[in-house]
């Protein structure tokens, strides 16, 4: 509560001065110090001087710049110039459930009290610039970094990440929204070649990018690895000018992605401020070091491009009082609100996706035993998935919860059910992966403990040895044989709960028709266990949605369908264009496993009166969709009621609709509210090639109101002129 209030508090004052504004004052410091700066003390602020610093300019009073990863949590201190950790027994933080996690909760307050965490933690740890939210699309199950990102959508994406970033901005630190931009594989990452059209660019990838500078008025942003149409996005012109600077009018820094820059010149020019992470032992052969330089002396590059440089970062460190530390927020780490918060958020993320017989929730105190299940039961995830490991305060494992709260009152019966064999192992010489074995010794284990118990709930899934940086899955079914696994616990005890414990897509289909129950729990963060036991057990209810289609199989999925993953003589083209995610299966009528906004609940609502306020609409007009919702079950319960939007008829192909406004609804037993959704008719626009510009067709469209891409409650049509 207390957090909730501060985010409100601090929202007010912030709404007053946007961090997009600039002002008179700030602009002449920045020209004030710049002046009194030589050309090596300018170019020392634009490159690393150790793995996540930047020089000081200590006569100015300009300090080092501390960068940290990452989105969910700050990272425990690396050593200054090299990747192992520094080893220090202070730098535990708050790891919250990673990004697909937060999208699940569908809640933007909470992605609000995500933000005040973070950069109170960073704050504390003396960070100035915390790197995240990555953002990228979901665009294939298999991406290994899909657990870090949020969604398939734009819209989810665009608004969970105003929310976090402009909070964790009240907190005198920068968000750096990653990565700029379609870094959407891990498999090709440093080299791959990615080309779209323009309408897929400005429709799904940009959005999110867009509303974190536009919208949130984000501070920092992050190039990608990846080349864009030819040339790497760090030396990208159309990405760094064009976009970033002339058309979204960013004024923070655009910073490299670790090991990103490939050139000095071209990167200058294209309007890279700093180069982070180049893998070149001495500092002053980086890029942007002496390299800068020499390009200066020679003419080559402007020293007013080495000033604009500099002052777009001067200016994120006044706007965030890096040289005001007298007046700079202090922090605070590892606080029981923080912790809450992070169990709030894990809480929340749950989605609750088969249900049958209303197994769920487990009445505990009936219970004299439980089966436990799988190596996720006991395995921590907070410390992997590389960049965004957290060194967590404490994790909590679904078994330590189970105990903690269940121990003394009823018999629980572990088995580990599947060996954890790396997913870096990956063939044997039979040529099966080794992740595909089955180990028919621990589940006839399983299945005895299973037996000899009242229920028996198996923890699935993936670790970070899979949904992890630097490389993708290689296929989207469970490893280590848990398909196998979950089907003989079942036919043991037909009171087998599936809990899935991952960040990506898998084939379910396998398991889904065996069991009663299966319950996504994402990674959890360091108070996943608690926050899985209170949902199965009913203390808390399950709420979340899925951020992203659940397809039967890959070959369902568009790019996979379409043989454009992971690309050709690496290059990527994206053929399946605007239709990512949802829009595919929709506009093709692919029937997946589960759909994009899906989630069960343990009580029912009851949608009614959905009323659009009024018929014909024009260009600037605002769409106001009211309806009631009603809790018609025995439970207190929340609903995400979204908002889709398609056009009937129109000159170019459109996705059959996309999500256009959400609203997360919770309601006791009984109550009923009236709710509004909101659209403005221009978001009804799409990309139009031809004439480089967003454009609303007129004519009828359909407006569905849905609690999934698939469950629509009610469809108006409407017509704009
Ligand atoms: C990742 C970034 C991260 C950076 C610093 C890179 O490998 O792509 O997301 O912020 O490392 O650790």
Known sequence: MRLRFIAAALFSVFFQSSFSQTNASTEKRIQQLIKKMTLKEKVGMLHGNSKFYTEEVKHLGIPEWALSDGPHGVRAEMNRHN????????????????????????NLELAKQRGIVLGEEARYRKKDVLLGPGINIIRSPLCGRNFEYLSEDPFLISQLSINYIKALQTQDVAACVKHFVANNQEQNRFVVDVTMSERALREIYLPGFKASVVDAGVLGVMGAYNKFRGSYCTENEYLGRTLLRDEFEFKGVYMSDWDAVHSTEKAALAGLDLEMGTEKENYNDWYFADPLIKAVKEGRVKESIVDEKVANILRVMIKTKVLDPKTRIKGSINTKEHQQAAYRSAVEAVVLLKNEKQILPLNMSALKSVAIIGDNATRTHCGGGFSSEIKALYEITPLQAM???????????????????????????????????????????????????????????????????????????????????????????PKTIVVIIAGS?????????????????????????????????????????????????????PAHA??????????????????????????????PQYPFGYGLSYTSFEISNVNADKKIYTVNDEIIVKFTIK???????AEVVQLYAGQTKASVLRPKKELKAFDKIFLKPGEQKTVDLKVKVKDLAFYDEKSTDWKVEPGEFVLYTATSAKDIVSTLPITVQ
């Open 505 to 557: 897509p898998l084939e379910l289909a396998g398991i889904e028709s065996r069991v009663p129950a299966v319950v996504w729990g994402w990674y959890g963060g360091m108070e996943a266990g608690n926050a899985v036991v209170d949902v199965l057990s009913g203390k808390e209810f399950p709420s979340g949605k899925l951020p992203f289609t659940m397809p039967v199989t890959l070959s369902q999925s």
């Open 562 to 591: 379409l043989g454009a993953y992971p690309g050709h003589d690496l290059k990527v083209n994206y053929e399946e264009d605007i239709l990512v995610g949802y829009r595919w299966f929709d506009t093709k009528g692919i029937e």
């Open 403 to 493: 105990t903690d709260k269940y121990g003394k009152s009823m018999q629980i019966n572990f088995a580990q059910g599947y060996d954890k064999q790396s997913h870096v192992v990956e063939r044997s010489s039979d040529g099966q992966l080794n992740t595909d074995k089955v180990d028919w010794k621990l589940i006839e284990e399983a299945v005895a403990q299973a037996k000899k118990s009242d229920v028996a709930i198996v923890f699935a899934g993936l670790n970070h040895d899979f949904d992890s940086e630097s490389f993708d899955r290689l296929h989207m079914r469970l490893p280590y044989g848990q398909e196998t696994l979950i089907q003989e616990v079942a036919k043991a005890n």
């Open 631 to 637: 809790n018609a079950g025995k439970t207190d319960g």
């Open 83 to 106: 990747w192992q950790y520094a080893g220090l027994t202070d730098d535990a933080s708050t790891c919250f459930p990673p990004g697909t996690a937060m999208a699940a909760s569908w």
